[in-house]
């Protein structure tokens, strides 16, 4: 049985409790912010939280295993990339399904990417921002099955635009 229960103080959100358990994540709903060169994950800390990238010298990260339990991760890019930056799934196991929405850097235009069977790996580089992460990029993860990861990418993007998809984890 759930119970609501409010949270006591300050910025923090009501949560539920299941099983009479609640994660430090249910408290609390500030912004997690990374600025360090990678970042594992984990449903404690990251999971239905923003979770900032501050590092524009490129940031690699790692999404815990998808076991299907519907944790969404959502990362807003505040420093514009200017090297390698990646988001990965844990192992070759899983993989990636979704679309990557990027403005064109010549007209008012918008092209769009699809990820494509055994895609795990999103490039937030390319070559320069060729496949977005640019400032106010915006990408959601979420868990939805054992093996899949739904994926939704909005960004800006330089150069000749290409897709932020591929399948890199072996």
Known sequence: ?????LA????K???VLRK???SAADLDSKPVTVTSSTVTLNPQTHAGRLVILNRAAGIAVTLPAATG?????????LAAFTGASTIKVASASDEMQGNAVLFADSGA?????SAVD??????MFGTSNSTGGLLGAYYELQDIASGFWRVAIVSDAGGTEATPFSATVS
């Open 1 to 5: 049985m759930s119970q609501v229960a």
């Open 8 to 11: 006591p103080q300050g910025n």
């Open 13 to 15: 959100r009501p949560f």
């Open 20 to 22: 009479g358990i609640a």
């Open 69 to 77: 339990t519907g944790d969404t991760y959502r990362l807003h890019v």
């Open 109 to 113: 235009t918008v092209v769009g990417f």
């Open 118 to 123: 055994n895609d795990d790996t999103i490039d």
